[in-house]
């Protein structure tokens, strides 16, 4: 079995809990509120801001044997850069406050995961920054190829306000694609056992950030 089918099956229980969570079967059938939706682009914000300087730590500190994955961090990091600010767009688009986002804090959940991943590169092994990867680009995919549409329209916000997130399904494929190839490259095992051991705390971090996430009320009795 290659590395990547490894860590599918490594993280399958974690991935279902996340896909399980009412909220998330909220999203993927478009059936979100307005409030669910600048709370989840206000948390978004929150990690995306550091994916660059996470990309940039785990560069600087992948040894020598690794050059070919810092070469794939390089690429990954000009792919990235200003996505924040999408998000900050996204947010003024459908009547939020973008300055208040950009000046707050994130819940506990993001914070944790965030601080984990700087730790991680510099205390643990840097590869294992390609778990978050593995997480918030596989999520992001089905919430861009499933839900985004379905959210606009039932919404009725204009397509400004889903830069981030559509923009995501088919970057974040092409992004799949190419973290699938490098992680079938990846031999050592403690890299490995590095990459699952991160993939299982962001989706733990992940699932808690999206628990916290407002809900559309209607929903609340007939999901639970």
């Known amino acids: 079995m290659s590395f990547f089918d490894t860590l599918q099956e490594a993280t399958q229980q974690e991935r279902r809990e996340l896909f399980n969570l009412p909220i998330i079967r909220d999203a993927l059938g478009g059936n979100v509120s307005l409030e669910s939706y600048r709370a989840f682009l206000a948390q978004a914000y929150y990690h995306v801001r550091h994916t660059v300087p996470l990309m940039m730590a785990c560069g600087a500190r992948l040894p020598l044997r690794l050059e070919w994955l810092r070469e794939a961090v390089c690429e990954y990091i000009e792919d990235e850069y200003g996505h924040e600010q999408w998000i900050l767009n996204d947010i003024q688009a459908c009547g939020g406050d973008k300055a208040a986002v950009r000046d707050g804090r994130p819940s506990l959940p993001i914070e944790l995961m965030v601080g984990f991943l700087y730790d991680l590169i510099a205390r643990d092994n840097p590869v294992g920054l390609f778990g978050m ?43 799949m694609q190419t973290y699938r190839r490098l992680m079938d490259k990846l031999e050592d095992p ?8 991160a993939s299982r705390v962001v989706y733990t971090l992940y699932a808690d950030m999206f628990r916290g996430l407002p809900r559309e009320a209607e929903n609340l009795h007939a999901t639970d």
């Open 133 to 175: 990867v593995n997480v918030l680009e596989g999520t992001s995919i089905a919430l861009a190829t499933h839900a985004a549409g379905s959210i606009r329209e039932r919404l009725d916000l204009p397509e400004t306000a889903f830069s981030y997130l559509s923009s995501h399904g088919a970057l974040d494929i092409e992004h």
């Open 190 to 197: 403690d890299d490995q056992a590095a990459v699952i051991h």
